[in-house]
């Protein structure tokens, strides 16, 4: 049995046929060609699945296929321009070395974007926890702080 | 033509800067594709049927006749044309279990589906059938020892030592397993190829290490095999090894199959069956004058290896090998042994034995300090190891030596004199519900290969011509640590070219020199060096050229900035020059191989001599508080000096540091594997805790840079330098003792 999907992709309208148990993660990677989310863990817990639903954010391996239906849904490939600029919080991260190895960095974008959207001030203490559902092993965390409080006070106007 | 030394290197434009890492813009937009990432054409996917039990006399493997086999390939041990044994260093690991299983989780057979969910339900309907056999689960308690090794310091006058010690301090001291826990799980896809041989795509630190497994395990020649690393998604040390592993059931699902066979393991199965950290039983007996000089040790290191060999001996040899720490020592005598236990065997874990060493000898530090009620501070820079010193192998430290220098930077930058005097009054006040405490803790870390390695493994690397700069050739890999950006700048500043000039070559062993495995710190050091010195050796070529072509004097012209110029004038730039040679010449090739510092050797018998060219340092200060009534631990602030030689980049030097930092904060507070029979419990991130951003504090981290005379710019490897977890332990012993 299928369910056929409607959702909002990074803006685009998208839709798929699939099972309506498959995971968000794999319609995502599979149905929609969109790889850039990665699976860590498979149970909700590293945080390299993380994508927007209707703005909030979610470990898309625990999200079934039919809970998507009607959902904006923002992946990693939906935050740079469509020029393919890089988004200032994208550019901080290469720039400050936030990404190492690279697998735990398009979910730790996704969830460092929402932080910045929200407007939160950039303390060490409300970064650390904006991030604290992702997992990266490399960083140590320090960089990646840095690189959010870096895309933080360009967005503020400043330097 | 007389080659320059690795001395004559000039820093340019992009070493000590701090470039945006070649991959960074890929990684961070999601276009970085990962072994998962990957479609193969007519891929099905591949999963391992697994041991459940310890110990075992394997009777047999039985296929449910009542299930539906059509469409899955199945492969057991008989299926194995070629050697069923996993090359590395002792032939005793099978692909899959033939007629004994020697640890839980041990491979029996393999299957594979197009199908993943028809996949998933064959597993269950696949009968191993054993007959137990008592297991040996404590190392001490095991009577195989894989490799054994006695360091011998002027042991004659150890009797004499310990007799006029003011004071002999014993210990014992124990660490467990540790899961490296990359992100990214193991994860390969065999091709097979129409003349027998197979391609192999995957997720590792070393591809000729899967190359070798591989042409053994097929019988197939060395051009039938080709290894190409994807981008990797985290190692430390786990993907050092067991790659072959993983490589050779898809490569037998393949061959059987005809069809491409990617296996991604599953978050728990790593967790379960591949390697760990080296767990160690270690004893000290040191004897001590009552101002805390050092004068004798003993020292008993038990190391447990799990069920067969895979690296032990190596990790246990650099694990006694820095098991006096950065001290001085009149008199040593330092045993070791690695033993066999039926649990999944261990292996590569960055430090590679060392972490576990450092931590006994810095636990026996404090208790010395404590004994003879003394700072441990003092104690530390009193006996740590100064340039003209001799380490217990009797080598002579004659360069890079910083382990005073990096003590003296923590104390002052974490204010450790006046935060040891304030928490002692403020713990001692009534009532204080949080007991504050500051430790520091020394460490060293021997760079590259052990003793003969690099010797005896002649790394090959270089570079080649391409129309607009350099293409960097080797096979050594990025697992994120930056490899690729720092060749880049190497290979930059050696040509006079912008790093976006310089492109990596795809890591493939059909194509690239083999320049051995990414371990050991050795890639920047070791492989850099040698790429350095291709890349001087092409631009002698090219200098030459111009002035051919342009009518100058050969010795007068150099490339600045991608532009050759000659007494100050400008001769074309770098493109129109490489064009040139190219349409004129064909390609340009330059291949070096590493040529190990003369004077640089090491005895593998009698264990004397230096065994490592050279070493770095740190030196760790931790600031953390502890709950009197929960005993909850939190960390208030980690500063850290590193030597490095000469940070390359410094931003991904930092990096290493606070990551392999983070990595030992969670060894000493967090992560702890649970065992029951011979297998593990808490095989998930779930229930097997690694820091999260809110666990660690801020880690200040300062670079010391003193070179060494034959790295690249002075630089040595840093890679596995802060890995060690003991820093935090004399923290928290400070603070529970209410000093």
């Known amino acids: 049995m299928t369910v056929r999907l409607s959702m909002t992709v990074n803006g685009q309208p998208r839709t798929a046929e699939v099972p309506p148990l498959k995971r968000l993660l794999d319609v995502l990677r599979e149905d929609l060609g969109l790889t850039g989310t990665k699976e860590g863990c498979g149970e909700g817990e590293c945080g390299a699945c993380t994508v927007l639903i209707d703005g909030e954010l979610a470990c898309s391996c625990l999200v079934a296929a039919a809970q998507a239906d009607g959902t904006r849904i923002v992946t990693i490939e939906g935050i740079a321009g469509r020029d393919e600029t890089l988004a200032p919080v994208q550019r901080c991260f290469v720039e400050q070395g936030g990404a190492q190895c690279g697998i735990c960095t398009p979910g730790m974008i996704v969830a460092a974007q929402r932080f910045l959207d929200s407007g939160a001030e950039p303390s060490d203490a409300n970064v650390r926890a904006a991030i604290a559902g992702n997992l990266c092993r490399c960083t140590g965390y320090q960089k990646i702080v840095e690189a959010i409080q870096a895309a933080a006070r360009e967005r503020g106007g400043g330097a | 033509m007389l080659r320059p030394s690795l001395d004559s290197l000039t820093e340019g434009r992009a070493v000590g800067q701090s470039p945006a890492r070649l991959d960074g813009r890929d990684k961070v937009t999601g276009r970085a594709l990962y072994l998962d990432d990957l479609t193969f054409p007519g891929q099905v996917f591949g999963r391992t049927v697994r041991s459940t039990v310890p110990h075992a006399r394997l009777l047999g493997v039985r296929f449910d006749p009542a299930f539906d086999w059509s469409g899955i390939t199945r492969v057991t041990a008989a299926d194995i044309q070629g050697d069923n044994v996993v090359q590395l260093i002792a032939d005793d690991q099978p692909f899959l279990a ?217 990790v246990a040899s650099r694990g006694v090998l820095h098991a006096a720490g950065a001290y001085r020592w009149p008199h040593a005598r330092i045993a070791c042994r690695v033993v066999q236990t039926n649990t999944p065997p261990n292996g590569a874990f960055r430090g590679f034995g060392v972490p576990q060493t450092i931590f006994a000898v810095e636990a026996q530090i404090e208790k010395i300090a404590r004994e003879l009620q003394l700072d441990p501070l003092e104690v530390r820079r009193r006996n740590a190891l100064e340039l003209g010193d001799e380490t217990p192998t009797g080598q002579k430290l004659l360069w890079s030596v910083s382990a005073r220098e990096c003590l003296d930077a923590v104390a002052e930058r974490s204010g450790y004199a006046e935060k040891r005097a304030a928490f002692a009054r403020e713990n001692a006040a009534p009532g204080a519900r949080r007991k504050r405490g500051i430790g520091i803790s020394l460490a060293l870390h021997g760079a590259g290969f052990t003793g003969a390695g690099e010797a005896k493994l002649k790394a090959r690397a270089g570079v080649e011509l391409t129309p607009d700069g350099a293409r960097v050739l080797s096979i050594s890999t990025d697992i994120g640590q930056g490899t690729l950006t720092v060749f880049a700048q190497m290979a930059a500043d050696a040509l006079g070219l912008p790093v976006p000039a310089i492109e990596i070559a795809e890591s493939d062993t059909s194509r690239m020199p083999d320049s051995g495995p990414t371990v050991a710190s050795r890639t920047l050091m070791v492989v ?212």
Not at chain 2, 132 to 154: C, G, M, N, T, W
Not at chain 2, 259 to 288: G, L
Not at chain 2, 299 to 306: E, K, P, S, T
Not at chain 2, 687 to 693: D, E, Q, R, V
Request: contains cysteine.
């Open chain 2, 98 to 314: 033939r007629d004994v299983i020697r640890h839980a989780e041990e491979p029996v057979a393999l299957l594979a589906c197009a199908d993943r969910e028809r996949l998933e339900a064959a597993l269950a309907h696949v009968f191993v059938d054993v007959e137990p056999l008592p297991p040996v689960l404590d190392p001490l308690r095991s009577e195989v020892v894989f490799k054994q090794y006695l360091i011998d310091h002027a042991a004659s006058g150890l009797a004499e030592a310990f007799a006029r010690a003011d004071r002999v301090v014993e210990g014992t001291y124990l660490v467990r397993h540790q899961e490296q826990m990359y992100i990214e799980p193991n994860a390969v896809c065999a091709v097979p190829r129409e003349d027998g041989g197979m391609t192999l795509h995957g997720s590792m630190q070393c591809p000729f290490y899967v190359h070798r497994a591989l042409q053994r395990l097929l019988r197939v020649g060395e051009q039938q095999i080709s290894v190409l690393q994807t981008v990797t998604g985290g190692g430390f040390g786990g993907k050092e090894e067991y790659p072959s592993m993983v490589a050779g059931h898809a490569a037998l699902l393949a061959r059987k199959s005809g069809r491409p066979v990617k296996m991604v393991y599953r978050r728990d199965e790593d967790v379960a069956a591949t390697t760990k950290r080296h767990p160690a039983v270690m004893r000290h007996r040191t004897a001590v004058q009552r101002d805390g000089t050092l004068l004798a040790c003993e020292i008993d290191v038990v190391m447990d290896g799990g069920a067969y060999v895979t690296l032990s001996p190596v």
């Open chain 2, 528 to 739: 850099g060096g040698t790429i350095a010195k291709a890349a001087q050796a092409l631009s002698r070529t090219l200098c030459s050229f111009a002035a051919e072509v342009h009518g100058a004097v050969a010795g007068d012209v150099l490339c600045e900035n991608g532009v050759f110029i000659a007494r100050g004038r400008s001769l074309a730039p770098f493109g129109e020059i490489a064009r040139r040679w190219l349409a004129e010449r064909g390609p340009l090739r330059v291949v070096e191989q590493y040529v190990h510092p003369q004077g640089i050797e090491f005895d593998e018998v009698s264990y004397r001599g230096a065994a490592y060219p050279c070493y770095g340092w740190s030196a760790t200060a931790v600031e953390l508080s502890v709950d009197a009534d929960t005993a909850e631990v939190r960390l208030d602030h980690v500063v850290t000096a590193c030597d490095v030689g000469k940070a390359v980049h410094p931003i991904l030097a930092e990096g290493q540091i606070e990551g392999g930092t983070v990595q030992a904060l969670g060894y000493a507070l967090l992560e702890e594997v649970i065992w029951k029979d011979g297998r593990i419990l808490n095989t998930r991130m779930q229930n097997y805790l690694i820091p999260t951003a809110v666990d660690v504090p801020h880690v200040e981290t300062i670079l010391v840079e003193n070179p060494y005379p034959h790295g690249p710019y002075g630089a040595k490897g840093i890679g596995e330098l802060p890995a060690t977890p003991e820093r935090i332990l004399r923290a928290i012993d400070a603070a529970k003792a209410g000093r």
